[in-house]
């Protein structure tokens, strides 16, 4: 089979596309016949060798979306769609950058669609990370205000198209004013350029500050989204766009405004179910939820798709064919 191998820590370049042997099925793992695959910036981090742990070559990839090959149990029939993602996939052992992976039995998750590949490939790691930042860590009621602190990401986007629909008011940044207009159409009420602090515009819209803010910059911005929220009010910080893990002050005296607080969403399969992955799936399918596709590349191309990954040109989420 062909597979992108990341042989050591560095560029993208480190990443060739090689011939491979098709991995052999085993007794709690499934072995799936991958169609396409999302790309995350999670494995950008890994790549340049920030994953602890991680051993190359390593064949990378933390989701994919394909059809069941082999399953030593006989749950899941062959040809049967299925997603799979996180787990420790594309890093403990080899993942989704592939045609074929094996991977463990409770990772995958079966579901149906008519829904071409393309899109398919966009949800499965997405929805992970939005659902779970905003029911599970965010709690969001409707009639809540929401701050998505880089609305234009494939998962602000989506956040704020869900937000919208469980009945949040949502003001999302940018750093670009030209993306203004793309941010309203997708369901935000407000937009706040981000120019490394929005405190002050968003309490000029909210002066008492917003119920909830989903932190996709990471610890750039994060004392800055601190001083957004309402006392009681929750600061969710679920990405690291801004590329940096570590802040070099921290004081929770005073970074953390009295009564607020602070979590972090670090999603794992076990925050799936295949139930409420379907009830997405026909959400797409019905046209409830418009996913937002930047680019989609092939396999062989996956050099220059991390080269465009790093460049942080995408408006969405990129997935590559096999």
Same mark, same amino acid.
């Given at each position: 089979?062909?597979?992108?191998?990341?042989?050591?820590?560095?560029? @993208?370049?480190?990443?060739? #596309?090689?011939?491979? @042997?098709?991995?052999?099925?085993?007794?709690?793992?499934?072995?799936?016949?991958?169609?396409?695959?999302?790309?995350?910036?999670?494995?950008?981090?890994?790549?340049?060798?920030?994953?602890?742990?991680?051993?190359?070559?390593?064949?990378?990839?933390?989701?994919?979306?394909?059809?069941?090959?082999?399953?030593?149990?006989?749950?899941?029939?062959?040809? &049967?769609?299925?997603?799979?993602?996180?787990?420790?996939?594309?890093? =403990?052992?080899?993942?989704?950058? =592939?045609? +074929?992976?094996? #991977?463990?039995?409770?990772?995958?998750?079966?579901?149906?669609?008519?829904?071409?590949?393309?899109?398919?490939?966009?949800?499965?790691?997405?929805?992970? !990370?939005?659902?779970?930042?905003?029911?599970?860590?965010?709690?969001?009621?409707?009639? *809540?205000?929401?701050?998505?602190?880089?609305?234009?990401?494939?998962?602000?986007?989506?956040?704020? &198209?869900?937000?919208?629909?469980?009945?949040?008011?949502?003001?999302?940044? !940018?750093?670009? @004013?030209?993306?203004?207009?793309?941010?309203?159409?997708?369901?935000?009420?407000?937009?706040?350029?981000?120019?490394?602090?929005?405190?002050? &515009?968003?309490?000029?819209? +909210?002066?008492?500050?917003?119920?909830? #803010?989903?932190?996709?910059?990471?610890?750039?911005?994060?004392?800055?989204?601190?001083?957004?929220?309402?006392?009681?009010?929750? #600061?969710?910080? !679920?990405?690291?766009?801004?590329?940096?893990?570590?802040?070099?002050?921290?004081?929770?005296?005073?970074?953390?405004?009295?009564?607020?607080?602070?979590?972090?969403?670090?999603?794992?399969? *076990?925050?799936? !179910?295949?139930?409420?992955?379907?009830?997405?799936?026909?959400?797409?399918?019905?046209? *409830?939820?418009?996913?937002?596709?930047?680019?989609?590349?092939?396999?062989?191309?996956?050099? &220059?798709?991390?080269?465009?990954?790093?460049?942080?040109?995408?408006?969405?989420?990129?997935?590559?064919?096999?």
């Amino acid at each position: 089979m062909k597979a992108a191998v990341t042989e050591k820590a560095g560029p @993208p370049s480190v990443i060739k #596309v090689r011939d491979v @042997p098709v991995p052999e099925a085993k007794e709690g793992w499934v072995l799936i016949r991958i169609r396409v695959f999302g790309l995350n910036r999670s494995e950008l981090f890994t790549r340049q060798g920030d994953s602890p742990g991680v051993q190359f070559p390593r064949i990378q990839g933390i989701e994919c979306v394909g059809e069941v090959e082999n399953d030593p149990s006989g749950e899941l029939s062959k040809g &049967q769609k299925v997603a799979a993602l996180m787990g420790e996939m594309g890093r =403990a052992f080899d993942g989704g950058y =592939a045609e +074929y992976t094996l #991977v463990p039995q409770q990772i995958v998750f079966p579901f149906k669609s008519s829904l071409s590949w393309k899109i398919l490939g966009a949800i499965p790691e997405m929805y992970q !990370t939005v659902s779970g930042s905003l029911h599970q860590a965010l709690e969001v009621r409707k009639g *809540e205000t929401l701050l998505i602190r880089g609305g234009t990401s494939s998962i602000g986007v989506t956040s704020c &198209q869900l937000a919208k629909q469980l009945g949040l008011t949502v003001i999302s940044t !940018t750093r670009n @004013p030209a993306k203004e207009n793309l941010l309203k159409q997708n369901g935000a009420a407000h937009v706040v350029i981000d120019d490394g602090s929005v405190r002050d &515009q968003v309490r000029a819209i +909210y002066p008492q500050g917003v119920d909830k #803010v989903l932190e996709l910059i990471g610890t750039r911005t994060l004392k800055d989204s601190l001083k957004c929220i309402k006392p009681k009010g929750m #600061v969710c910080m !679920t990405g690291i766009l801004g590329g940096e893990w570590t802040m070099k002050e921290f004081t929770p005296f005073g970074d953390i405004p009295s009564l607020g607080r602070l979590t972090v969403y670090m999603g794992e399969s *076990e925050n799936l !179910t295949k139930e409420s992955l379907q009830d997405f799936v026909n959400a797409v399918e019905n046209e *409830e939820i418009t996913l937002r596709i930047d680019r989609t590349f092939k396999l062989e191309d996956i050099v &220059q798709a991390h080269e465009y990954m790093e460049s942080n040109q995408a408006t969405g989420k990129l997935v590559v064919l096999t």
